[in-house]
């Protein structure tokens, strides 16, 4: 009863209530070919004891031991147990919307210092309470720039995450705005003679990822100056977060659309994560989401309310600049737990890190014969490299070893079949990089 907690009586009085004579009846409307009909192939019954050592040895085949080099807009580092002991606290956990100011002051005061961290990383000048995650994020920044601009066309580098450019390519459909995607480059940047001064002319903005997919980190600058003088705007994501410990802030960025996962947030089996939009004080009228802002009661006394929310519920509904209805209060709330924790000088050696590692790696592995890297831009803690045998061959071989091999391009990119993306953060030894390096060396050397 303690996991099944409706008795057959119960579930009889349930059908009863809602004029259903049977559970047969009631899934009537699902096709008889597509309900399940024999018993789930489940061990058991068995004991809570037993459930608890069963799962732990299904986790031990699953995920402990192994080593892994996939990055791909979610990765792995090293974060405190103080961040997971602070949010599950009762007063964050279980909050509700920041509504009434005078019952929020500490959920206000999280999401403010979180804006002035997420301003501080990516040199904008104003950022959002949070997204939902680093894609929803890059759509909004899109949709924010045909609003600013009144331009119904975009420019979108090839080089920005594939789930990202697929999210964009579902709301654009049905929203009559037009994107259309740019190749790339042997340096693995966005192929700026693509860029042609009819097409700036009637984009509402330049869409880049730096560090983008490949792990090739733009030139901002450049980009900028372009879509400036036709009046476009740059949009400029991120999904490591930790590349900006060294990697100069995107300034010259008119919108930065970030995925926080790296900031302190485990990889989850992929969410939920926390997105962020940051970008100038003059665009901030047509930014989504709320901002918490900072004020002084009656008294004098320093305080927090929700000082902006374009939202459907809060204006009228044409007014609106986003549908999102919420924010990701918590996990926002963990990165600036993380971020306070580690400070300026701790993202700092962090990045350090994954960028030493990540060059040793790649060193590792362009010692294999036939193995080359790909692109010749500067990387962060990612590189492309080429194989002379199918990724996926290699990856099947790596497992056997224990190790999750890295990123196959074929799948979204089928000109790059036998290319890799590899990652590689602070959490990766060296002795783990020399293994993985040992183990393509051997895979490569079998006979076909």
């Known amino acids: 009863m303690r996991y099944l907690p409706k008795s057959p009586a119960e579930r009889q009085?349930?059908?009863?209530?809602?004029?259903?004579?049977?559970i047969d009846e009631l899934f009537k409307s699902i096709p008889e070919k597509f309900r399940l009909r024999d018993p789930l192939a489940l061990p058991g019954p068995l004991s809570e004891s037993e459930i608890i050592q069963y799962f732990k040895a299904r986790a031990d085949e699953n995920a402990r031991g192994y080593t892994s080099f996939l990055?791909?807009?979610?990765?792995?580092?090293?974060?405190?147990?103080?961040?997971?002991?602070?949010?599950?606290?009762?007063?964050?956990?279980?909050?509700?919307?920041?509504?009434?100011?005078?019952?929020?002051?500490?959920?206000?005061?999280?999401?403010?210092?979180?804006?002035?961290?997420?301003?501080?990383?990516?040199?904008?000048?104003?950022?959002?309470?949070?997204?939902?995650?680093?894609?929803?994020?890059?759509?909004?920044?899109?949709?924010?720039?045909?609003?600013?601009?009144?331009?119904?066309?975009?420019?979108?580098?090839?080089?920005?995450?594939?789930?990202?450019?697929?999210?964009?390519?579902?709301?654009?459909?049905?929203?009559?705005?037009?994107?259309?995607?740019?190749?790339?480059?042997?340096?693995?940047?966005?192929?700026?003679?693509?860029?042609?001064?009819?097409?700036?002319?009637?984009?509402?903005?330049?869409v880049v990822q730096s560090p983008n997919f490949f792990g090739v980190l733009e030139d901002l600058p450049a980009l900028a100056q372009a879509a400036h003088a036709s009046g476009a705007l740059l949009v400029d994501t991120i999904t490591e977060a930790v590349s900006l410990g060294?990697?100069?802030?995107?300034?010259?960025?008119?919108?930065?659309?970030?995925?926080?996962?790296?900031?302190?947030?485990?990889?989850?089996?992929?969410?939920?994560?926390?997105?962020?939009?940051?970008?100038?004080e003059k665009f901030v009228r047509q930014m989504p989401g709320r901002l918490a802002g900072e004020t002084k009661d009656a008294e004098g006394n320093r305080g927090f309310v929700l000082t902006l929310a374009t939202r459907e519920q809060h204006i009228r509904r044409e007014k609106a600049t986003s549908n999102i209805c919420t924010n990701e209060a918590l996990y926002a709330l963990a990165a600036t737990i993380h971020l306070c924790l580690i400070g300026k000088e701790g993202i700092r050696e962090q990045a350090l890190q994954n960028l030493a590692k990540a060059r040793f790696a790649q060193t590792e592995?362009?010692?294999?014969?036939?193995?080359?890297?790909?692109?010749?831009?500067r990387t962060f803690n990612e590189f492309t490299v080429e194989f002379p045998r199918s990724?996926?061959?290699?990856?099947?071989?790596?497992?056997?070893?224990?190790?999750?091999g890295p990123y196959s391009l074929g799948m979204y990119y089928?000109?790059?079949?036998?290319?890799?993306?590899?990652?590689?953060?602070?959490?990766?030894?060296?002795?783990?990089i020399e293994r993985f390096a040992a183990a393509v060396r051997k895979i490569l050397e079998k006979p076909l």
Do not use: W
């Open 71 to 206: 990055g791909a807009g979610v990765y792995s580092h090293l974060r405190s147990v103080v961040a997971d002991a602070i949010i599950q606290r009762g007063e964050f956990l279980t909050s509700y919307t920041p509504y009434q100011a005078e019952f929020a002051q500490g959920t206000l005061t999280a999401i403010f210092e979180f804006q002035t961290l997420m301003c501080q990383l990516t040199g904008q000048e104003v950022a959002n309470a949070s997204m939902y995650d680093g894609s929803t994020a890059l759509t909004e920044a899109v949709l924010m720039a045909e609003r600013l601009t009144d331009r119904d066309y975009v420019l979108v580098a090839r080089s920005v995450h594939p789930e990202y450019r697929q999210v964009l390519h579902t709301y654009a459909k049905n929203l009559g705005l037009k994107v259309e995607e740019i190749g790339f480059t042997p340096s693995g940047q966005i192929d700026r003679a693509a860029l042609t001064p009819e097409k700036l002319s009637r984009a509402a903005a330049i």
């Open 13 to 22: 009085e349930m059908l009863a209530a809602i004029g259903a004579k049977s």
């Open 414 to 432: 089928p000109q790059l079949t036998k290319n890799a993306v590899v990652c590689v953060t602070e959490t990766t030894s060296r002795a783990e």
């Open 246 to 280: 060294i990697v100069r802030p995107p300034a010259e960025a008119d919108i930065v659309a970030m995925e926080g996962q790296a900031l302190g947030i485990p990889p989850s089996y992929g969410g939920p994560y926390v997105g962020v939009i940051a970008t100038r």
């Open 365 to 377: 592995l362009e010692k294999i014969p036939g193995v080359r890297r790909t692109f010749s831009g």
């Open 391 to 404: 990724v996926k061959l290699i990856n099947h071989e790596l497992l056997k070893e224990k190790i999750v």
